[in-house]
């Protein structure tokens, strides 16, 4: 093996532990709410915020990363979003409000400039195999929403660590992604930008293709994110456990993360990539649908075929950045331009989703909202998969 083989091997590894580091941060906070509750006493408003505030931060911080390519270089940024995400996590372990909060926002930056690095980094390292690398990377975020979500309980009242360390223990996986991205800080060189931030901005959103694939990761994002915060209640409701109901939202997650691995390696391969939106939304449709019929007949299966969607849709939003780009520093802007806006709208969606719910004290209008966000990907998608670039 070459040593620039080597190289790639081990960036590919980094690549993936990193990416497995993205999510566990926000995904754990959920089954821990009430012994978060119980220990604090802290309102359900200040609460909502231990999840608000990642997603705000995403979406401010997402659009400002090539500030910090320009000063940093692309690996060295994502060393410090690397630093920033372990820090944070360690800081929400102190017992007091204001480090949890500061540590929750600090991990909201750090997640925020690894989101935006990660399509970038894998178009400059592996232009060959963008889509192989695209899959494997956004599976990894599933799967680390997965394990987030799912281990959180366990390593609190299982191993007894209690739900500050719960969350705190994902910074001993931080720290291990933080050394294993250390070997590529030699190959590291700051970005020289054509236009200053505030006209390379100005560009994109004069660019239709732009706003397509911003929206396209908007919708997706919404989605997600409303059911995660939503579906466990929405079947409890219906008549499920909340075990039952907690352990298919893990179905769900860890459905979507093979979705974000075979997807992208799909779509990648064709010209354009019109028909995978389109068999996606499809079957997003159909799964909302099923769900909300009032029977919960086959409901194992519809929230299977939901999450791969999900999953899917998410895959294909980060490898359209890739594709519609024609070079790392364009990737960076576009997939922080995107970012910035989708995780901006996926905020309000669990809030709109919940007050649909207190208007009409029935799921049939939120879950109609889900379908025409749904419709609003397909069309966005759609324009986005067309053979073009930014």
Not at 146 to 151: M, V
Not at 155 to 169: H, I, K, P, Q, Y
Not at 269 to 278: F, H, N, S, T
Not at 348 to 362: I, K, N, R
Request: charged letters at 10%.
């Amino acid at each position: 093996m070459s040593s620039e083989q080597k190289r790639k091997t081990l960036l590919l590894i980094a690549i993936a532990v990193i990416s497995l580091n993205l999510r566990p941060a926000i995904a754990g906070v959920g089954p821990l709410i009430y012994e978060i509750r119980l220990d604090t006493d802290l309102s359900n408003t200040l609460l909502g915020m231990l999840t608000t505030l990642p997603l705000l931060a995403l979406g401010v911080v997402s659009v400002l990363t090539p500030i910090f390519t320009k000063r940093m270089g692309t690996e060295g940024a994502m060393a410090f979003a690397l630093i920033l995400l372990t820090l944070g996590i360690l800081l929400r372990v102190i017992p007091a409000y204001s480090a949890l909060f500061i540590g929750t926002l600090i991990i909201g930056i750090g997640i925020a400039l690894g989101n935006v690095l990660l399509p970038g980094i894998a178009k400059k390292n592996f232009p060959h195999k963008f889509g192989m690398v695209t899959g494997i990377y956004s599976a990894m975020l599933g799967t680390g929403a997965a394990l987030g979500s799912g281990l959180s309980v366990p390593f609190s009242e299982g191993l007894g660590l209690g739900w500050r360390w719960a969350l705190g223990v994902w910074s001993i996986v931080a720290f291990i992604a933080f050394i294993l991205w250390l070997p590529q800080l030699k190959m590291n060189q700051k970005s020289v930008m054509g236009k200053s931030l505030a006209s390379s901005l100005k560009h994109l959103l004069g660019l239709r293709l732009a706003w397509d694939v911003a929206i396209f990761m908007g919708t997706q994002s919404l989605t997600f994110y409303v059911l995660v915060a939503w579906l466990p209640e929405i079947l409890i409701e219906r008549g499920l456990s909340p075990v039952h109901a907690g352990w298919l939202l893990s179905s769900m997650l860890a459905t979507g993360a093979i979705g974000t691995f075979i997807m992208p390696q799909w779509a990648s391969k064709r010209e354009r990539q019109r028909l995978p939106v389109a068999i996606i939304i499809a079957g997003e449709i159909i799964s909302l649908t099923a769900l909300m019929m009032p029977s919960l007949y086959m409901v194992t299966f519809w929230v299977i075929i939901l999450g791969f969607c999900s999953g899917s849709s998410f895959g294909m939003a980060l490898l359209i950045i890739g594709l519609r780009s024609r070079d790392t520093e364009t990737a960076n802007q576009l997939s922080g331009m995107s970012q910035s806006i989708g995780y901006t709208l996926a905020a309000t969606g669990p809030a709109l989703f919940g007050a649909f719910y207190d208007w009409t004290h029935t799921w049939i209008l939120p879950m109609a909202f889900l379908l025409l966000v749904a419709l609003l990907k397909f069309w966005s998608g759609w324009r986005a998969g067309n053979d073009d670039f930014v």
